[in-house]
């Protein structure tokens, strides 16, 4: 059973960080890129961050300089570390898993339930 489980979330201050984790389990992790979205409310869900299967990672320009993503395959496990977070980076956070390195344009194969980011003003 394929399974994705975010945590890490919760409240800050803006100009405050969170570290998010996502544990993966039922599939090869190593062969699957993996990438963090969010969707904030009345938005659409849009694309933060990707570790490619082949080692790239890859930003949106909002989150460049700010945000971080690592991938342990020995614990099949991918992170967001974010820091100066800003109020219009609050969202729920999805974990999000595609098999190959097309990841930005293919939808994924598995998601995570989400984890909500609040940031305070």
């Known amino acids: 059973q394929v399974q994705l489980v975010e945590s890490g979330g919760g409240t800050v201050q803006s100009g405050g960080s969170l570290r998010l984790s996502c544990v993966a389990s039922g599939f090869d992790f190593s062969r699957y890129s993996m990438s963090w979205r969010r969707q904030g409310l009345g938005k659409e869900r849009e694309v933060v961050a990707g570790s490619v299967s082949d080692g790239r990672v890859e930003y949106e320009d909002f989150v460049k300089g700010r945000f971080t993503i690592s991938r342990d395959d020995a614990k099949n496990t991918v992170y967001l570390q974010m820091n100066n977070l800003k109020p219009e980076d609050t969202a729920v956070y999805y974990c999000?898993?595609?098999?190959?390195?097309?990841?930005?344009?293919?939808?994924?194969?598995?998601w995570g339930q989400g984890t909500q980011v609040t940031v305070s003003s």
């Open positions: 999000a898993a595609v098999r190959g390195s097309s990841w930005y344009i293919h939808e994924p194969d598995y």
